[in-house]
């Protein structure tokens, strides 16, 4: 039930702009989205279970930005740029986004932990698909592995190393804007770091 899903996860995620998590209630979300509560709680097993889904789909929509900026028309460190400035736009307007890439869970936002496997039946495939959130160095990881694939293609491996390297320094960068933003833009930030230094 893809779109069940789909609806399920917006109808949760809606619900997180009117109330903490504590009280989000499933039956709730399952009205939100038109559907039974049977039916929400077969795709996500529990509260817990929905909120692990919220979150890693969060999680998702966060790296496929990454992949946008890494794939646009443009030199290799103006698209490192292009990810600093998405990953601050991506946590600014996203408090899970905020909360993945820095680790900073408040009491409104859901903080699952990773999916508990128990003695008894196997749960259904799609809730075993639903790992706990990415710490935010797994999030840095993923992004470095993008830029490896985006960025290194026709250079020397020692110049593709630097690449991948200085991507992660953008990204980093860009998270220490976020918790700690200061007098300099970001864009003046990474471009002194990442692309003068080249």
């Keep these: 039930m893809p779109a069940a899903r789909e609806s399920l996860l917006d109808s949760a995620l809606a619900a997180l702009t009117d109330r903490d998590w504590s009280g989000v209630r499933m039956v709730d979300v399952a009205a939100a989205a038109g559907v039974s509560r049977q039916t929400l709680y077969n795709e996500f097993g529990s509260k817990d279970g929905l909120a692990r889904a919220l979150v890693r789909r969060e999680a998702d929509r966060y790296l496929r930005g990454v992949?946008?900026?890494?794939?646009?028309?443009?030199?290799?460190?103006?698209?490192?740029?292009?990810?600093?400035?998405?990953?601050?736009?991506?946590?600014?307007?996203?408090?899970?986004?905020?909360?993945?890439?820095?680790?900073?869970?408040?009491?409104?936002?859901?903080?699952?932990g990773p999916s508990r496997r128990s003695a008894g039946p196997r749960p259904p495939a799609q809730r075993c698909a639903d790992?706990?959130?990415?710490?935010?160095?797994?999030?840095?990881?993923?992004?470095?592995?993008?830029?490896?694939?985006?960025?290194?293609?026709?250079?020397?491996?020692?110049?593709?190393?630097?690449?991948?390297?200085?991507?992660?320094?953008?990204?980093?960068?860009?998270?220490?804007?976020?918790?700690?933003?200061?007098?300099?833009?970001?864009?003046?930030?990474?471009?002194?770091?990442?692309?003068?230094?080249?």
């Design 67 to 112: 992949d946008r900026a890494l794939a646009r028309p443009a030199t290799e460190r103006e698209r490192m740029v292009a990810v600093a400035e998405w990953t601050v736009a991506a946590a600014r307007a996203h408090p899970l986004v905020r909360a993945l890439l820095t680790g900073c869970w408040s009491g409104r936002l859901p903080a699952p």
């Design 131 to 198: 790992p706990g959130p990415p710490a935010p160095g797994e999030l840095i990881a993923a992004v470095r592995h993008r830029a490896a694939l985006a960025l290194t293609a026709g250079h020397l491996e020692a110049e593709a190393a630097d690449l991948v390297y200085r991507c992660e320094v953008a990204v980093r960068l860009a998270l220490s804007h976020i918790v700690a933003p200061g007098d300099l833009t970001l864009d003046h930030l990474v471009r002194d770091a990442v692309v003068r230094a080249a």
